[in-house]
């Protein structure tokens, strides 16, 4: 039997994986970028599901069109509005959760030894998606004001794609300024380089002052991807791609040769629970949550963890980002840190290059005195690991 040849340099889910182990009930996982569960809305998605079913039952478990469900479609695009960008509901597709999306921005724009420019770290679930079609990654550091934007312009100017995540960055919980914003827009109008702008996170902002995606200053076309799974709920899988027609258009009919449509059953139920429910109060809610778990998190941090572990404070999301002193393996620390019944994710499957002396914690799915534990647990580990 002969496979095909694509598959073999494309790294299985790191955090797929990680999730097997960490499975069990007596480990504190910081793992997995998980909702808090208590966020789930699930009264008013029952609610929303019956009422769907007895006023278009058998139309919404028929087939539907790809693009998506018109009304949620309309719904997304008068969103984006009250943030300053115009867009019409034709250039919204909804998608199976923002993976998918990712996928359909690998096959509608780039090409096997293509150049795809990616932040440094970056998000392991897009280099995974990307690796399948064979580009030649670059990747450009991140500051604390979001992406080095020198590094950027040598990068971009030959490149396909620019993928970001300027809102509370998965793995390391940064945003991107106003200012880096707007130098990011004004490369990719210089370069020609598409933005594919990732921003599921976007609504979770708990401090500091809202900021609009880069698109909002973008006088080049770029892709804008989006996700109901961080403000209702992952189950649901449904995201969607923002974009211009001519991109929008093979993303359209890659999809259809992937999964004809997204259930049009759970567009219709999704919608019913946005019309007839306070989203921004329900949104707010998750705010509250996630800003007193990163707080519990980064004052554990202070409180247990050696000096020489430095760390991301983010100001939104639901990750931050740890770096070990030179030298320390991340790989092994994952390992000692399973014994103490304490788990996270090991950086290297957030780079391209192997890189080994860094982690990821989430904050959003544990409690407050979970995250104390953890945190202590995995403070002592550390001090035993770095020799004092």
């Given amino acids: 039997m002969r496979l095909a040849q694509r598959m073999e340099s494309v790294p299985r889910s790191y955090i797929r994986e990680i999730l097997k182990v960490t499975a069990q009930p007596d480990i504190i996982s910081f793992a997995g970028g998980l909702p808090h569960p208590a966020s789930f809305p699930v009264d008013a998605v029952a609610s929303a599901a019956a009422s769907v079913l007895e006023e278009a039952g058998p139309e919404a478990l028929q087939y539907t069109t790809t693009e998506g469900f018109p009304p949620l479609r309309q719904w997304i695009a008068d969103r984006y509005k009250r943030q300053g960008i115009n867009v019409s509901p034709d250039d919204i597709l909804i998608t199976t959760g923002s993976q998918q999306a990712l996928d359909l921005v690998a096959k509608a724009c780039i090409d096997r030894g293509g150049k795809v420019v990616m932040e440094r770290p970056g998000y392991l679930g897009a280099i995974q998606c990307f690796a399948v079609f064979g580009p030649d990654f670059v990747t450009v550091p991140l500051t604390p004001r979001g992406v080095d934007t020198d590094a950027l312009r040598q990068a971009a100017g030959d490149a396909q794609v620019f993928y970001a995540v300027p809102s509370f960055q998965n793995p390391s919980g940064i945003t991107y300024d106003e200012q880096t914003r ?130 991301t404070e983010p100001e939104g999301g639901m990750f931050l980002w740890c770096t070990l002193p030179e030298g320390i393996s991340a790989e092994a620390l994952f390992h000692k840190a399973l014994e103490r019944k304490v788990a996270f994710v090991p950086g290297r499957p957030f780079y391209v290059d192997e890189t080994d002396d860094t982690f990821r914690l989430n904050f959003s799915n544990s409690s407050p005195e979970l995250i104390e534990e953890g945190i202590a647990r995995l403070g002592q580990c550390l001090r035993e690991y770095l020799g004092r």
């Fill in 182 to 311: 707007r130098e990011v827009a004004d490369i990719m109008a210089e370069t020609g380089c598409l933005l594919v702008e990732d921003n599921p996170y976007g609504e979770l902002r708990f401090m500091g002052q809202h900021l609009p995606p880069v698109r909002a200053y973008a006088s080049a076309p770029s892709v804008l991807l989006g996700s109901f799974s961080k403000v209702v709920s992952p189950g649901l899988r449904l995201g969607w791609v923002c974009a211009p027609q001519e991109v929008l258009n093979p993303m359209i009919t890659a999809k259809q040769a992937s999964d004809l449509h997204t259930p049009g059953f759970t567009q219709r139920i999704l919608h019913r629970y946005l019309m007839d429910n306070d989203v921004d109060t329900h949104i707010a809610s998750i705010r509250a949550r996630y800003g007193a778990q990163r707080d519990a998190m980064v004052q554990a941090i202070r409180q247990h963890f050696p000096e020489e572990v430095a760390y």
